[in-house]
């Protein structure tokens, strides 16, 4: 099967079975993408990094977040990861490419997947696309779904109020539902019937975004399809542990770990145990 997004760099030395995957976001987001990896590696040791000193990305250069995702990356492969997933879409449009040449790793970033689902499922070849600032900027959507299909047209919307109220688990309430309705009205009367969640902060806000585009439009996010892209690939590459143990889940933040697990908790749906600071210098 064809990997979506998949980067290899060459290892300077064997890749441990042993190693820990490794994901990062610029805060929670990315834990809707830990959530489906915990459930399908479940013996897996995983260690997420939220970059919470400095989000939001989504309203900075490409430059800027270009180094904050190497230092992340970096951060990540000296904590020993086997496998790193960049689950922040701002970070992936920006700069996985850098990423690969600095870390000699299998990586996966989040757009390709979507891209690649939103393709398959849309009948009407209207797609919407909602992410950040700077990832709606990058076009990388609308270059990734036409490499699946030109003939896809593509409306893509920046909201980059969905994070802190996200941030702030702000999931089912009024002030999200009049945020998403200014946001959304565009391309709910455009008639796409799909409609690609471009930041993994956008599925908590699920509910919210379908009352608000009408349940007959199909919501597309990256979750689920790089579980399985991660899976497989360390299936292929021997880097799978099959053996059952208590693994271990660990979370670096670069402020304040108090609400960072308060909010955590519901994107994962349990409790996390391990919470710590990290100071990464970029
Ligand atoms: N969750 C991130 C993304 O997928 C970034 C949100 C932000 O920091 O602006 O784009």
Redesign the pocket.
């Known amino acids: 099967m064809q990997k979506d997004d998949i980067r290899e760099g060459t290892p300077d030395a064997p890749i441990s079975p042993n190693g820990s995957i490794g994901v990062f ?3 929670v ?2 834990l809707t993408v830990l959530r489906e990896i915990v459930r399908a590696l479940p013996y897996e040791d995983c260690i997420y990094l939220g970059d919470t000193a400095r ?5 900075k250069s490409r430059e800027t977040v270009t180094r904050f995702a190497v230092k992340n990356a970096e951060f990540l492969v000296s904590a020993g990861v086997k496998f790193l997933v960049v689950a ?3 970070a992936a449009s920006a700069g996985l490419d850098a990423v690969r040449d600095h870390v000699r790793i299998p990586i996966t970033g989040v757009i390709r997947p979507e891209a690649r689902r939103a393709s398959s499922v849309s009948k009407n070849k209207k797609v919407g696309v909602i ?2 600032r700077a ?1 709606i900027k990058s076009g990388a959507y609308e270059r990734a779904i036409h490499g699946f299909d030109p003939a896809i047209s593509v409306s893509a919307v920046p909201c980059p109020l969905f ?1 802190p109220l996200a941030e702030e688990g702000w999931f089912d309430d009024e002030v999200t539902r009049q945020v998403a309705e200014r946001y959304l009205a565009g391309l709910a009367t455009e008639g796409v019937d799909t409609l690609v969640l471009g ?3 956008y599925p908590m806000l699920k509910q919210v975004i379908a009352e608000t585009m009408g349940y007959d439009v199909t919501l597309v996010d990256s979750a689920v399809p790089i579980a399985r892209e991660v899976m497989e690939t360390l299936g292929e590459m021997g880097l799978l542990r099959k053996e059952p143990r208590d693994r271990r889940l660990t979370f670096y933040v670069t402020d304040d770990t108090t609400s960072f697990a308060r909010v955590g908790e519901a994107f994962l749906g349990f409790g996390l145990d391990d919470v710590r600071h990290v100071d990464i210098v970029v």
């Open positions: 976001d610029s805060g987001g990315g989000l939001p990305y989504g309203n922040c879409n701002t992410g950040t990832t994070v930041c993994t902060h």
